[in-house]
Structures are given as C-alpha cells and as structure tokens.
C-alpha cells in the first residue's frame, strides 16, 4: 500500500493550491482521509479529515472555510483543496487514511503517506 501526496509549491499569501493524494493497493472512495502537516521545528499536526460518509473533522479550526477535501474514486485519488492561503500554512502536507471515522492522532492512520512541502510567500 502506498500513498503518494504532491503538489506542493510555492504560493503567494492568499493564493491556492490543490494537493493530490494518490492510493495504490487500496481503495479510498470508503475511507476517511486526513491531512496533517508538519512546519519547520514544529510537531505533525492534524489539519483536517473527511469521514467514510463525508463529515469533516476539524483538527485546525482556522482552515475551516478555506480547506476542502475531494475525492475522485474513478483515479483513486483524493485532493485537499486550499484556498486564501496564510503563512502559517506552510509545511509539509501528509495523506493518511484508515476505516471509515476520522481520527486526529498521526498513528491512529493505517496507511500514511510521504509529504509535499507547501510554502506561503508574501
């Protein structure tokens, strides 16, 4: 199983960018999907995650509004959607999925994917 996040890149403060996380060796369109991301000298954090049924958790109250996660079942990808974008966004980007609920622990994620750094220019 792997999963493999990009779309990374630099990005002028309140500007957009789509990440893409692509799935080989399992299918995504009954998982939940969860986006951490972790910032220089800083722990991995939570962003947010969307369910099996499509409910958002919430991990960064701040992306509410601007973060939307996608999915596209026929590339068994999913994409985090991030629009009016602050420089405190900027890290690198993390995929995860597990079964069905969202979790918004790092290790509560079978399957966690390698990141996409994201930078946030002025």
């Known amino acids: 199983v792997q999963l493999q996040a990009s779309g990374g890149g630099l990005v002028q403060r309140g500007g957009s960018l789509r990440l893409s996380c692509a799935a080989s060796?399992?299918?995504?369109?009954?998982?939940?999907i969860a986006w951490f991301r972790q910032a220089p000298g800083k722990e991995r954090e939570g962003v947010l995650c969307?369910?099996?049924?499509?409910?958002?958790?919430y991990y960064k109250s701040d992306v509410k509004g601007r973060f939307t996660i996608s999915r596209d079942n026929s590339k068994n990808t999913v994409y985090l959607q991030m629009n009016e974008l602050k420089f405190e966004d900027s890290a690198v980007y993390y995929c995860a999925t597990r079964s069905y609920l969202c979790s918004g622990t790092w290790s509560g994620y079978h399957y966690r994917g390698q990141g996409t750094l994201v930078t946030v220019s002025s």
């Open positions: 060796g399992i299918t995504l369109d009954s998982k939940a």
């Open positions: 969307l369910s099996s049924s499509d409910v958002y958790s």
